[in-house]
């Protein structure tokens, strides 16, 4: 026998206290102390100590004939090992009984995105991330599918704080993201808790007497905008403006008159070498160098100094490339710095963080400041305090689209302009003003480079601090109590210019600006107590909580009005704006307060038989007296196989556990803080009226907006979960395996109430209606080495879901009252039996070939030759609204994601692939550029090529024409309905560690390089931008108006560590 | 935590409490007002350009094909329940019945500084008001529900079903309007008496009680007077009805007030924003509602300067010259044949003055000619010198405007007189109420800026007395379209005499085999007399409670 001594470092080299030391196949062990530092005696030089600690791998060493041992080890990244952050509580993985997901912090930073939500895209099952190319856009996440018709974000909680948004997070300042999917995990949020919670950590830095370690990420890059749509070259465009003539005078029965102010009347369209010359069309040339300056000489795009004179020459050949001029590559850049260190009694972490990313379009960008401070003291040995800081500037620039740039897919954008503007038009006139459709005969597409040059000036920002501080006292040895208090403050302020146009058709008449700032403040205050105790086979893990909060409260100001005496930017306020012309409009909101109770008891028999119960109750001051209040419990059970004696022999499974759950949990996300309560107000728009006959002036009215209902309860969703979580073959597999289905009932919904209630009251939520979601969650996790130097790490997640209505109001199946429209086009409805908000409309079974097909045909409005023919779903020989049916539906089938690594000595690749399966895009775009007639003379795309002609019978595109009915353009038809399946690889990155020696040299401890592309290709069959297609909500997604596509880009980077 | 905790109050709006004194009443009564116009949806306002004038075939959409296109159906009679908008009007209305219902239900919890004459004068106003949007669902839809204040939400709203005849509830309110109103109001935006007098003969009108109308008419007519105390005249120059300067003038018998520049265009005609003309001109957007041919031909009148009532006019040699197919810069001298200056009032056309802008230019300021003919709507249409004073800027389109919208006009007033005069025999009487109309008709004739006529006038009076009814009614009818064309009457009124079968057939014969893409072979059927039900409404409330109109 004799003794060993030896200290047990982490992967930065530091001491890793509490690292249990076994002899193997005895019950001999220790543990390391604070400083990782052990002493054990070993009975012989044959013993064989095995080191583990949770979240590490275990390391076997033969004693020898050593008698000093220090060894390294590394953190395990083997998903069932791992410690999990729930929030109020750390597990590790192996005693958790709950579908439980977490994402690799360094997942979260290979990707550019401003929000850091975007990065679980394919990375969790279960989660499906909708979100687009815009920088700084919020997408949608959704937890397990769609619980209800609105209200469906998951609950984040930040650092223990709840949050609405988590856009302010650096990426590299986070330590942990956890997924809690089912009520199991996820009850203990109780009532906010039905739509999953995701929880993140930040960084916190280490005990122990340490040197100060610096970590420094950098990229830079590119993202390039890719190609536009094919639209028509200025020939082509003139060509079919003639024959959409041939066409329609054939359908009509007459002689073609052929006419267009800048094509001329003949037979054939002549190209003029002027589109415009103070206003005339058509206009032959070139001038002469001196009618130039006879021209300049009259130019004028100034309004405000009397009439606009312009002289545009019509673009040639191709033409203009409206997207390729509207678009550019766009920079970005990524830094930040992490302070990390500690001392025996203390610990911290700074982070400073900055990014800067352009988007494709110009005056569009991105861009956040943060810096955050998290420290932590222990005041005794029992005693600890700490604290979790973070201050944030946040700017996002130009951003298109309601909801955070959510709604920007769903808009007549700037980009849905580039794709209606004829390419014969360039983008400026010849003395430099911009040209655009104030040359006759282009209809009204508004020249976007000038929309977007409009933006240049204006400015917003939100500044904001988050954080709370903690106190925890170890009451007893296995008995802790914590308080935290925590919140958010933020602050925003923008001011904003709007030109007076000169170049469309339709210009508008003033030059515009407003201005406008805002507060609001949330917090949180939490108490628990929590008991960790093993007695023999017993091991018991209880927590106890109360926790009160209030989800905003604050107060906003906008001001706006036209034509101030100057439109220089450093004399525009709204002081200097006419008094007659302003405009100023205030609100204040004093948020939502709740106030709970929860707990949690886990209990585990020898290691095998784990049971949880968690219950949380709920008051909230959105609902009124008599249903304030909520109670939501969830069960579950897990057996850890692997530790029967049945399977010890079964070597290759390391760790096997079957769950099983059951929950409820509750939602009342979508209720606004005024449901209980009947309203009345006023409002200059909408109840004004100049009963003094003034002309000039308007007396404010009140009318009620909204309808109160005190009796609205809590939404609840159910979740059935049953799965198993195993690592096999030395860690090198590893399997997690959910089934779930969650079952929402008494749905918050605005159920529409007759307009005969009037349309201004805003009906109360009620409950009503079930929802019901199901699916399969799959992660595979193949990890292990060729050999010493060659690593391998493959990690596949799937998701299946499917999402059905069950059950509206009694009486009633269908909602339209949320139902968007696109130009008197609905592309949705929600009803009982389909998914939400599933595409609606005629179903096209092709085009008329003929006269004789459309006389064989049953009865529709404008049938003819070269139109849409509808299915007669009823078969009652007329097309009649009871013919339209489902077409599709935006909710994918399957989404998952390929995440593939290798590593050879220093070099790592990775390659990172996602895909979304079975969801249907609805292509509102086409109603712009497939079809002639909408907005005549507006650009038209390639595909009008294969359209129909007498010729050409068995086409998909319909006959280029003039009339916009039932049959051609007017209705909502699968022709918009486009498969949205595809696989993006995400990002490859390649990276490069520089070698410990030369690392030494220079007294680094880690150099690493990489080059990454990201979105390098996407396979789809949709023929839209991308087929990425975000929404504005619940009830609009995957709908393609303007859709900002997710493009390709590159960057080269940085990590440096000393 | 206490409950105090959780009771959080909203903040930045009123409670019922605080409405139910004199203050907050007549603040709830100013929203029903408010909504008369129907705030920015376009389809729910009396101007009723779609609803009266475009399936009146004074108009039709005009603009290009795919731009509101839930409006292409409408003309071509080809709507079904579930077409887009077939609810606006609905919509609308029923905003201003649950304001008119608000101000009612919260007059029934009035405050103690509320005096029982208060109480008369702000209930007499909501009943008014109440009656108006009733009347305008009833034209529409036929029978809709009728909601009171006695019915809301979570009290049986829902199980009202439209079974009931609207009339009879829309007359009392008006009785009640006509006992309680004052004659004059001190704010001359709101209704008196003698309006309510005059919206209850229209009611009685459009149920052929002419007995009852006449009766109303001839003391509206001896000794009516504006809510300002003017007594009931005609303008004595057309066009200065529609200047915003002349506001509550004489004729206006009721109007909604429209304001410009109050900080949102609904106070500023917000139905009209697209129907300018197009490129150039007053609002440089959008080309809707271009009058129709047949319309623009029935201003012909003949040698005695007397329209051609026999509904001839759109005959070769009798129809009016138009610069369909050309090109403004293709040469093009206007009609030099006979015709009413109301026609150069309400219908812009090349080579005539529009307003004092200039020469109309034809093709130039037409969005798609082959699409909506050769016209631009005139009326309601802001002046040059009207920029910025009766014209609003804030908004997307400068075709914001502050010009009342007369719903009812002193000349409408006179011609439903002139048909319940007929009705009652006295033909000499109509003959006398016409011959006023026409005579300041004649004497409207558009100048230009050198004092010469813009075209060719030749108004005559009915000199000859009339003896036969028949004869009487065409000269009536065919008047009102002349005196109130483009202002949401036509179709209504075709309705009215039961002619509407013809008169459209007749329209879109004319108009369809030119705009052949627009309305070739679209035809009036009887089923289109109504609008349908909305279909969201009854699939809300079942088919049982609210039924559809017959054929949808």
Redo the contacts between chains.
Sequence with gaps: QKTVTGTVLDEYDVGLPGVSVLVKGTTTGTATDIDGKFSLNVPNDQAVLVFSFIGYSAVEQVVGNRSIIDVKLSPDETTLTELVVTGYTIDSRRETTGAIATVDPKDLTVIPTGNVEQALQGRVSGVTVITNGQPGTTSIIRVRGFGSFGGNEPLYVVDGVPVQSTDFLNPDDIASTTVLKDAAAASIYGARASNGVIIYTTKRGRKGNQKLRVDYNGMFGVTTPGEGLAMMNPQDFATYTWLAETN?AR??N?AP?Y?H?QFG?GNTPVLPYYINVG??AGVAGPFSAAQLEEERAKYNVDRSKGGVYQVVRAATGEGTDWYKELTRNAPLNRHSIGLNGGSETSRFFIGLGYQDQAGIMKNNNFKRISLRANSEFDVTKKFRIGENFQATYRQVLGQTGGNGGRGVSADENDILQAFRMPSIIPVYDEFGGYAGT?A?GF??PRNPIANRDGLENNRNFNANIFGNVYAEYDILEDLTFRTSIGGQYNNYYYWNYSRLQYEN??????F?YSEGAGFNFQWVFTNTVSYKKTFGKHAFDVILGQE?LNNGSGRNIDASG??PFSTDTDFVTISNLPV??R?VNS???????F?SYFGRVNYTFNDKYLFSAVVRRD???VFGENS?YGVFPAFSAAWRMSSEPFLQSATWIDELKVRGGWGQMGNSNPVP??NQ??????N????????????????????????GNPNTQWETAVTKNIGFDGTFFNGRLDVIFDLWQKDTKDLLFQL??????????T?PFVNIGQMKNAGVDLLVAVKGNLSSAFTYDLTVTGSTLKNEIVALAP????I??INP?Y??I?PIRNQVGQSLSAFFGYKVEGLFRNAEDVANHATQ??AAPGRFKYEDINGDGEI??DD?TFIGSPVPDFTGGVNFTVGYKGLDLSMYLYTSIGNEIWNQSR?FTD?Y????GAAISERLKDAWTPENLDAEIPVV??????ST??VGNSFYVEDGSYLRLQNVTLGYTLPANLLERWRLERVRVFASANNLFTITGYSGLDPAVGGNADTTFGIDVGNYPVTSGYTFGLNLSF | CSDDFLEVPATGQLAEAQLTTLAGLEASLIAVYSQVNGRGNRLASPSNWVWGSIRGGEANKGTDPGDFSTINPIQRFEVNAASGDVGAKWNGAYEGIARANNVLRLMTKKAADVTDADEKRISAQAKFLRAHYYFELKRDYGNTPYVDETVDYGSGLEEVSNTQDLYPFIEADLQYAVENLPATQTQVGRVNSWAAKAYLAKVYMYQNKFSQAKALYDDIIANGVTSNGLKYDLVPYYDDMFRGANDNHQESVWAYQAAANTGSVNNANPEFDLNFPYNGGPGGCCGFYQPSFSFVNSFRTDANGLPYIDGSYNDPGKSVKTDMGLQSDAPFTPDAGNLDPRLDHTVGRRGIPYLDWQDHPGAAWIRNQPNGGPYTPKKYVYQVAEKGSYQDNSSWTPGYTGINFMIIRFADVLLMAAEAEIEAGSLEKAREYVNRVRTRAKNSELKRGDGTAAANYNVGLYTAAWTDAATAKKAVRLERMLELGMEGHRFYDLIRWNTVQEELDKYLAYDGAILVAALGGAKFTDKHRLVPIPQDQIDLVGSDILIQNPGF
């Design positions: 329609q359908i009509d007459r008159k006419e102010p009347t206003g005339a104030a006759r209809n009204n058709s339709e210009n508008n008449s003033s515009g009160a036209q034509n007659s012309s405009q609100g204040l909101f004093r948020g939502v307060n106030a008051g909230s001051s304030r803080s005024t309560f009947s309203l009345f107000g006023g200059v728009g909408a109840s004004s009226y100049d009963v003094g006959g003034t002309n000039s002036s308007a007396q404010i009215g009140f009318r009620r907006t909204t309808i529409p109430i007759p307009q005969t209630a009037g349309s201004n009251a009906p009486g009633l199946n269908i339209t009252s429209s130009r008197g609905q409005d404008g009649t609204p339209r109603w079809f007639q909408t907005f005549e024409e003039k009339t916009a009915n039932f353009s007017n």
